[in-house]
């Protein structure tokens, strides 16, 4: 598989949900050759083959069977997460204004709010249907877009003030149509549309508005990517490239594991702090003793991948002038002191050598000890396995917008340093 920029593109136009992410990951590696297996299943597994797991449709575990022992040859761990800030629909989500139909939502995650008003939006994920049997079907619905919008200026107590304050539950309610139907109705008939069929009634739903307009490049010779879930279906799509690029036979299994919920703490069974990497680590080690589930995490090595902020040119003093990388200039090293990012100094510089050695560039990013800071699910992985590892980042901007801005250079240039972390025989650091 080669990584670009325009596959990058199409990947996120057919993922504008985890579940649709997890979907479309799941078609990349079948047509690799890659199987399904399922955590209920016997499993069966041969050296040198590709095989993952889906976990409640919105989390993927992908590897390739190493051909050593797993006990003496450990595994290489990239991990991502398949959700994005954004807004999702409530349960009952019906609220009428007049003649207007709206669907009231609920924030998930920190997005910037802002940039979510007054732009077109769609509705995707699952419904789950049935009156007997229950099915989980996928939706997007580019024919029904929604919008929140704003009270105008004249109607503003504070309108000679350019700041604005938003009310979470009142503002981003979304105006889905006017009439009799409502909104949910206007839902399950869109639906029907779209799938050919009826699925039946809806008993629950996991549905989230995302910008409507396509990914795309912009900038002189399309440098730039403007899209929707850069952070961090960007990561997603670069350590599956990798896993499909890197040789097919190695001593270690090599492993990529996308996670839901990253951006609400990571505590569902679908999230980093669940037990699936781990539940899936110790059947692949096939081992008689536990003891060998310890060996070959002794051996391993685990990159947490979510994106790194870039220099923003009106606000230079946001950044570290050491510690902030450029788009379209590679991947991106992220640490800090206080364990918002993993802290293992021997992989870091373990990774810094084999970037190196594969001619593939490397740069820092730090937060500014006077400012806030995020966090990725680096320290949950490396904590919960006690495998050491690092946290890494394509740079971009407008992270957490419902559009976010990232370099096109960097798809190949990530792609390839996380190859040299599955293909490379440089031994691991003690």
């Known amino acids: 598989m080669t990584a670009s920029a325009d596959h990058l593109l199409a ?37 040198g083959k590709g095989y993952f797991v889906i976990r409640g449709g919105k989390t993927i575990v992908a590897w390739r069977q190493g051909t050593g022992v797993a006990a003496e040859e450990g595994f290489r761990i ?33 997005p910037l709010l802002y940039s979510w008003m007054d732009r077109d939006l769609k509705l995707s994920g699952a419904l789950y249907c049935g009156d007997t049997a229950i099915t989980r079907v996928l939706i997007s619905l580019d024919q ?39 909104g949910l109705e206007l839902i399950a008939e869109a639906a029907k549309a779209q799938l050919g069929r009826d699925p039946g009634p809806i008993l629950s739903l996991d549905l989230e508005a995302s910008d409507a307009d396509p990914a795309r490049r912009i900038g002189a010779g399309g440098s730039l990517i403007s899209a929707p879930r850069l952070d961090n279906l960007f990561s997603c799509y670069t350590a599956l490239a990798a896993l499909l690029t890197a040789p097919d036979a190695a001593p270690w299994t090599q492993v990529v594991a996308l996670y839901d919920s990253e951006e609400i703490g990571s505590q569902t069974y679908t999230g980093a702090r669940s037990n699936t990497v781990d539940g899936i ?46 788009l379209n200039k590679g991947l991106a090293l992220k640490s800090g002191s206080m364990g918002n990012y993993a802290i293992g100094p021997g992989a870091e510089a ?58 096109a250079a960097d798809v190949a240039l990530t792609t390839a340093a996380f190859t040299a972390f599955f293909a490379t025989e440089e031994p691991l650091p003690v």
């Open 281 to 326: 680590l110790h059947r692949l080690v096939d081992a008689t003793a536990e003891e060998d589930v310890w060996r070959a995490k002794a051996r391993s090595i685990v990159v947490s991948a979510d994106m790194a902020h870039g220099e923003h040119p009106g606000f230079i003093s946001a950044t570290d002038p050491g510690h902030v990388p450029e």
């Open 144 to 182: 029904l877009p929604v919008r929140a919008v704003s009270l105008a200026i004249h109607l503003r107590q504070d309108k000679a003030s350019d700041s604005y304050s938003f009310d979470r539950e009142k503002d981003f309610a979304l105006v889905i149509g006017d009439g009799e139907a409502s």
């Open 78 to 110: 990239v991990v991502a997460h398949t959700d994005s800030p954004t807004l999702k629909l409530r349960p009952r989500p019906d609220m009428k204004a007049r003649s207007l139909r709206y669907l009231t939502t609920e924030i998930y995650g920190g």
């Open 11 to 47: 990947f996120l136009n057919k993922a504008p949900s985890p579940y649709h992410a997890v979907v479309e990951s799941a078609d990349l590696l079948m047509a690799a050759g890659f199987r399904e297996l399922h955590e209920a299943g016997r499993w069966q597994l041969e050296a």
């Open 350 to 407: 373990w990774f810094s050598l084999i970037c190196q050695k594969a001619g593939v560039p490397l740069q820092r990013f730090r937060y500014r000890c006077d400012h806030g800071r995020g966090s990725s699910i680096g320290p949950i992985m490396t904590t919960n396995l006690g495998i050491s590892g690092i946290d890494v980042g394509s740079p971009m901007l407008a992270m957490h917008s419902a559009r976010e801005l990232a370099g």
